[in-house]
Protein backbone atom coordinates (compact mmCIF):
# COMPACT_ATOMS: atom_id res chain seq x y z
CA UNK A 1 0.00 0.00 0.00
CA UNK A 2 1.42 3.36 -0.57
CA UNK A 3 2.13 5.92 1.89
CA UNK A 4 0.07 8.97 1.22
CA UNK A 5 1.78 12.28 2.02
CA UNK A 6 -0.48 15.87 2.56
CA UNK A 7 -3.58 16.94 4.03
CA UNK A 8 -5.18 13.63 4.61
CA UNK A 9 -2.29 12.44 6.62
CA UNK A 10 -2.81 15.19 9.34
CA UNK A 11 -3.08 14.18 12.87
CA UNK A 12 -5.67 16.00 14.67
CA UNK A 13 -3.20 18.65 16.69
CA UNK A 14 -1.47 19.66 13.05
CA UNK A 15 -5.03 20.13 11.23
CA UNK A 16 -6.26 22.58 13.76
CA UNK A 17 -2.47 24.43 13.59
CA UNK A 18 -2.81 24.87 9.23
CA UNK A 19 -6.25 25.24 9.82
CA UNK A 20 -5.96 28.17 11.80
CA UNK A 21 -2.56 29.51 10.02
CA UNK A 22 -4.85 29.41 7.22
CA UNK A 23 -7.69 31.82 8.25
CA UNK A 24 -7.13 33.19 12.13
CA UNK A 25 -9.93 32.72 13.69
CA UNK A 26 -9.49 36.01 14.91
CA UNK A 27 -11.26 37.47 12.01
CA UNK A 28 -14.42 35.61 12.11
CA UNK A 29 -14.89 36.78 15.95
CA UNK A 30 -15.58 40.14 17.79
CA UNK A 31 -14.37 41.00 20.45
CA UNK A 32 -14.24 39.60 23.64
CA UNK A 33 -12.89 35.96 23.11
CA UNK A 34 -9.84 36.76 25.57
CA UNK A 35 -8.66 33.49 26.36
CA UNK A 36 -8.86 32.10 22.91
CA UNK A 37 -7.21 35.25 21.43
CA UNK A 38 -4.10 34.92 23.69
CA UNK A 39 -3.83 30.84 22.65
CA UNK A 40 -3.97 31.69 19.07
CA UNK A 41 -2.02 34.88 19.19
CA UNK A 42 0.48 32.79 21.25
CA UNK A 43 0.77 30.17 18.60
CA UNK A 44 1.11 32.79 15.66
CA UNK A 45 3.76 33.92 17.28
CA UNK A 46 5.40 30.65 18.35
CA UNK A 47 4.50 29.37 14.13
CA UNK A 48 6.22 32.22 12.62
CA UNK A 49 9.36 32.19 14.19
CA UNK A 50 9.75 28.61 13.71
CA UNK A 51 8.85 28.64 10.37
CA UNK A 52 11.83 31.81 10.07
CA UNK A 53 14.37 29.63 11.77
CA UNK A 54 13.39 26.36 8.80
CA UNK A 55 13.61 28.53 6.02
CA UNK A 56 17.07 29.52 7.75
CA UNK A 57 18.31 26.46 7.58
CA UNK A 58 16.33 25.95 4.08
CA UNK A 59 18.31 28.75 2.58
CA UNK A 60 21.92 27.19 3.72
CA UNK A 61 21.47 24.61 1.03
CA UNK A 62 20.42 27.23 -2.07
CA UNK A 63 24.07 27.02 -3.66
CA UNK A 64 23.68 23.37 -3.55
CA UNK A 65 20.53 23.54 -4.90
CA UNK A 66 21.18 26.09 -7.57
CA UNK A 67 24.17 23.89 -8.75
CA UNK A 68 22.14 21.05 -9.31
CA UNK A 69 19.60 23.27 -10.95
CA UNK A 70 21.97 24.46 -13.56
CA UNK A 71 23.56 21.33 -13.96
CA UNK A 72 27.20 23.58 -13.27
CA UNK A 73 29.56 23.73 -10.00
CA UNK A 74 30.36 26.96 -8.81
CA UNK A 75 34.06 25.15 -9.43
CA UNK A 76 33.84 24.92 -12.84
CA UNK A 77 36.08 25.81 -15.17
CA UNK A 78 33.19 26.53 -18.22
CA UNK A 79 30.92 28.68 -15.59
CA UNK A 80 29.03 31.16 -18.28
CA UNK A 81 28.57 34.87 -16.99
CA UNK A 82 24.83 34.59 -16.04
CA UNK A 83 25.62 31.29 -14.20
CA UNK A 84 27.75 32.96 -11.88
CA UNK A 85 25.74 35.50 -10.84
CA UNK A 86 23.37 33.42 -10.52
CA UNK A 87 25.49 31.12 -7.81
CA UNK A 88 26.79 33.81 -6.82
CA UNK A 89 23.48 35.29 -5.32
CA UNK A 90 22.76 32.15 -4.05
CA UNK A 91 25.98 31.48 -1.89
CA UNK A 92 25.37 35.11 -0.62
CA UNK A 93 21.67 33.83 0.17
CA UNK A 94 23.33 30.80 2.01
CA UNK A 95 26.38 32.71 3.59
CA UNK A 96 23.84 35.11 5.46
CA UNK A 97 21.03 32.71 6.42
CA UNK A 98 24.92 30.80 8.02
CA UNK A 99 25.54 33.80 9.53
CA UNK A 100 21.82 34.71 11.11
CA UNK A 101 21.95 30.70 12.51
CA UNK A 102 24.79 31.14 13.97
CA UNK A 103 24.27 34.64 15.84
CA UNK A 104 21.37 32.65 16.97
CA UNK A 105 18.54 34.49 14.77
CA UNK A 106 18.12 37.59 17.19
CA UNK A 107 15.29 39.37 15.57
CA UNK A 108 13.19 36.71 15.47
CA UNK A 109 13.52 35.51 18.58
CA UNK A 110 12.41 39.43 19.73
CA UNK A 111 9.64 39.77 17.28
CA UNK A 112 7.91 36.94 18.91
CA UNK A 113 8.83 37.94 22.20
CA UNK A 114 6.98 41.34 21.60
CA UNK A 115 3.99 39.57 19.96
CA UNK A 116 3.94 37.42 23.19
CA UNK A 117 4.03 40.41 26.09
CA UNK A 118 1.65 41.83 24.02
CA UNK A 119 -0.42 38.70 23.90
CA UNK A 120 -0.35 39.11 27.77
CA UNK A 121 -0.70 42.27 28.44
CA UNK A 122 -4.54 41.75 25.97
CA UNK A 123 -5.45 39.07 27.92
CA UNK A 124 -5.37 40.66 31.54
CA UNK A 125 -6.39 44.15 30.11
CA UNK A 126 -9.63 42.84 27.93
CA UNK A 127 -10.37 39.87 30.60
CA UNK A 128 -10.21 41.76 33.64
CA UNK A 129 -14.27 43.82 32.76
CA UNK A 130 -15.28 40.69 31.68
CA UNK A 131 -14.83 39.47 35.33
CA UNK A 132 -16.22 42.13 36.90
CA UNK A 133 -19.45 42.05 34.39
CA UNK A 134 -19.27 38.46 35.41
CA UNK A 135 -18.85 39.34 39.24
CA UNK A 136 -21.64 42.26 39.11
CA UNK A 137 -23.98 39.90 37.27
CA UNK A 138 -23.47 37.03 39.27
CA UNK A 139 -24.10 39.55 42.43
CA UNK A 140 -27.34 41.09 41.02
CA UNK A 141 -28.81 37.37 39.96
CA UNK A 142 -28.14 36.54 43.75
CA UNK A 143 -30.03 39.65 45.07
CA UNK A 144 -32.95 38.88 43.19
CA UNK A 145 -33.18 35.28 44.09
CA UNK A 146 -32.73 36.23 47.80
CA UNK A 147 -35.71 38.81 46.87
CA UNK A 148 -37.89 36.58 46.00
CA UNK A 149 -37.14 33.99 48.79
CA UNK A 150 -38.19 36.85 50.72
CA UNK A 151 -41.60 37.56 49.33
CA UNK A 152 -42.38 34.68 47.63
CA UNK A 153 -45.69 36.17 47.21
CA UNK A 154 -44.92 39.46 45.28
CA UNK A 155 -42.32 38.09 43.30
CA UNK A 156 -44.91 36.71 40.51
CA UNK A 157 -46.16 40.61 40.33
CA UNK A 158 -42.48 41.40 38.42
CA UNK A 159 -43.10 41.68 34.81
CA UNK A 160 -39.99 40.09 32.53
CA UNK A 161 -39.16 43.63 31.75
CA UNK A 162 -39.02 45.01 35.04
CA UNK A 163 -37.29 41.87 36.52
CA UNK A 164 -34.59 42.82 33.67
CA UNK A 165 -34.42 46.34 34.68
CA UNK A 166 -33.81 45.84 38.56
CA UNK A 167 -31.24 43.23 37.20
CA UNK A 168 -29.41 45.94 35.19
CA UNK A 169 -29.75 48.74 37.78
CA UNK A 170 -28.37 46.46 40.62
CA UNK A 171 -25.37 45.54 38.15
CA UNK A 172 -24.88 49.32 37.32
CA UNK A 173 -24.74 49.73 41.35
CA UNK A 174 -22.62 47.06 41.84
CA UNK A 175 -19.82 47.79 39.12
CA UNK A 176 -20.04 51.64 40.40
CA UNK A 177 -19.32 50.46 44.14
CA UNK A 178 -16.32 47.83 42.71
CA UNK A 179 -14.93 51.41 41.23
CA UNK A 180 -13.21 51.60 37.99
CA UNK A 181 -10.54 49.33 36.96
CA UNK A 182 -6.69 49.93 36.86
CA UNK A 183 -4.52 50.13 33.93
CA UNK A 184 -2.15 48.09 32.95
CA UNK A 185 1.47 49.61 34.80
CA UNK A 186 4.67 48.60 36.70
CA UNK A 187 6.79 45.91 36.18
CA UNK A 188 6.73 42.03 36.75
CA UNK A 189 3.76 40.36 37.76
CA UNK A 190 2.84 43.81 39.79
CA UNK A 191 1.70 44.86 36.38
CA UNK A 192 -0.53 42.52 36.09
CA UNK A 193 -2.14 41.49 39.84
CA UNK A 194 -2.88 44.85 40.42
CA UNK A 195 -6.13 44.61 38.01
CA UNK A 196 -6.27 40.51 39.07
CA UNK A 197 -6.77 41.15 42.49
CA UNK A 198 -9.86 43.10 42.94
CA UNK A 199 -11.79 40.92 40.98
CA UNK A 200 -10.34 37.97 43.12
CA UNK A 201 -7.96 36.15 41.44
CA UNK A 202 -4.89 37.56 42.64
CA UNK A 203 -1.99 35.21 43.83
CA UNK A 204 -3.09 33.23 46.34
CA UNK A 205 -0.86 32.84 49.61
CA UNK A 206 0.17 29.51 48.91
CA UNK A 207 0.45 29.56 45.52
CA UNK A 208 3.05 32.42 45.43
CA UNK A 209 4.63 34.07 41.81
CA UNK A 210 8.75 32.39 42.24
CA UNK A 211 10.89 35.43 42.38
CA UNK A 212 12.78 34.86 39.20
CA UNK A 213 9.23 34.07 37.53
CA UNK A 214 8.82 37.29 38.48
CA UNK A 215 11.73 38.63 37.33
CA UNK A 216 11.83 37.38 34.22
CA UNK A 217 9.06 39.45 33.20
CA UNK A 218 10.25 42.14 34.32
CA UNK A 219 12.88 41.74 32.41
CA UNK A 220 10.90 40.97 29.57
CA UNK A 221 8.93 44.15 30.17
CA UNK A 222 12.07 46.30 30.10
CA UNK A 223 13.77 44.64 27.18
CA UNK A 224 10.56 45.20 25.48
CA UNK A 225 10.01 48.99 26.17
CA UNK A 226 14.42 49.01 25.31
CA UNK A 227 13.59 47.05 21.54
CA UNK A 228 10.20 49.19 20.26
CA UNK A 229 11.27 52.54 21.75
CA UNK A 230 15.01 52.99 21.76
CA UNK A 231 15.98 50.98 19.26
CA UNK A 232 17.39 48.06 20.81
CA UNK A 233 19.98 49.96 22.28
CA UNK A 234 19.47 49.71 27.21
CA UNK A 235 18.77 52.99 28.91
CA UNK A 236 18.47 53.59 32.96
CA UNK A 237 14.74 53.23 32.96
CA UNK A 238 15.19 50.06 31.69
CA UNK A 239 18.01 49.16 34.30
CA UNK A 240 16.15 50.52 37.01
CA UNK A 241 12.96 48.62 36.38
CA UNK A 242 14.97 45.54 35.74
CA UNK A 243 18.07 45.00 37.72
CA UNK A 244 18.57 41.85 37.24
CA UNK A 245 18.92 42.21 33.70
CA UNK A 246 22.43 41.30 32.22
CA UNK A 247 23.10 44.49 30.21
CA UNK A 248 24.88 47.82 30.62
CA UNK A 249 23.63 50.83 29.71
CA UNK A 250 23.87 52.21 25.98
CA UNK A 251 24.47 48.34 25.13
CA UNK A 252 22.45 46.80 22.17
CA UNK A 253 20.08 44.13 23.09
CA UNK A 254 19.88 40.72 21.20
CA UNK A 255 17.74 37.80 22.04
CA UNK A 256 19.17 34.68 22.57
CA UNK A 257 17.26 31.09 21.99
CA UNK A 258 18.29 31.24 25.44
CA UNK A 259 16.42 34.37 26.31
CA UNK A 260 13.67 33.07 24.04
CA UNK A 261 12.89 29.60 25.78
CA UNK A 262 13.15 31.10 29.19
CA UNK A 263 10.78 34.31 28.49
CA UNK A 264 8.09 32.78 26.52
CA UNK A 265 8.32 29.65 29.03
CA UNK A 266 7.92 32.72 32.19
CA UNK A 267 4.71 34.17 29.79
CA UNK A 268 3.54 30.28 29.36
CA UNK A 269 3.47 29.49 32.83
CA UNK A 270 2.17 32.82 34.28
CA UNK A 271 -1.11 32.36 31.34
CA UNK A 272 -1.55 29.45 32.68
CA UNK A 273 -1.64 30.58 36.04
CA UNK A 274 -4.29 33.34 36.27
CA UNK A 275 -6.50 31.45 34.08
CA UNK A 276 -6.43 28.17 36.74
CA UNK A 277 -7.29 31.20 39.21
CA UNK A 278 -10.74 30.90 37.95
CA UNK A 279 -11.25 27.26 38.28
CA UNK A 280 -9.08 26.55 41.38
CA UNK A 281 -12.36 26.26 43.72
CA UNK A 282 -13.97 23.68 41.91
CA UNK A 283 -14.90 20.74 43.77
CA UNK A 284 -13.83 18.47 40.83
CA UNK A 285 -10.27 20.81 40.92
CA UNK A 286 -6.61 20.26 43.00
CA UNK A 287 -3.49 21.94 42.38
CA UNK A 288 -2.38 19.61 40.95
CA UNK A 289 -4.34 20.92 37.53
CA UNK A 290 -2.51 24.22 37.51
CA UNK A 291 1.10 25.21 36.46
CA UNK A 292 4.37 23.71 38.34
CA UNK A 293 5.30 27.43 39.09
CA UNK A 294 8.58 26.17 40.49
CA UNK A 295 9.17 24.08 37.18
CA UNK A 296 7.83 27.57 35.35
CA UNK A 297 11.13 27.51 33.24
CA UNK A 298 9.80 24.41 31.09
CA UNK A 299 7.15 25.85 29.88
CA UNK A 300 8.51 26.76 26.83
CA UNK A 301 7.38 25.19 23.47
CA UNK A 302 9.34 21.82 22.62
CA UNK A 303 11.77 22.57 19.25
CA UNK A 304 11.59 25.87 20.01
Request: aromatic share 4%; charged share 30%; glycine share 8%.
Given at each position: ????????????????????????????????????????????????????????????????????????????????????????????????ARIEIA???????????????????????????????????????????????????????????????????????????????????????????????????GAPADR???????????????????????????????????????????????????????????????????????????????DNDGPD????????????
Amino acid sequence: MSIVIGANALGELASGQIARARRDPRLDRRRGATIADFRVAMEEAERVRMLGIMGLHELTHALERQEQLLGASRDGPNLTSEQARTLQAAWERAESARIEIANDHPQLNAQALISMNSALDALVEEWTPQLRSMRASWLADTAMKETDKANPDASHLLSPELRDGLEQAIQSFVADKLGKIAQLGGAGTKRYEALLRPEGLGAPADRPIPGDLDAALTELGALRNVLIHKAGRVDERALEQAPSLSYEKDQFVRISGDDYRRYSAAIRCYASEIQFRVIRGWPEVSDNDGPDLLRWRDHYVIGA
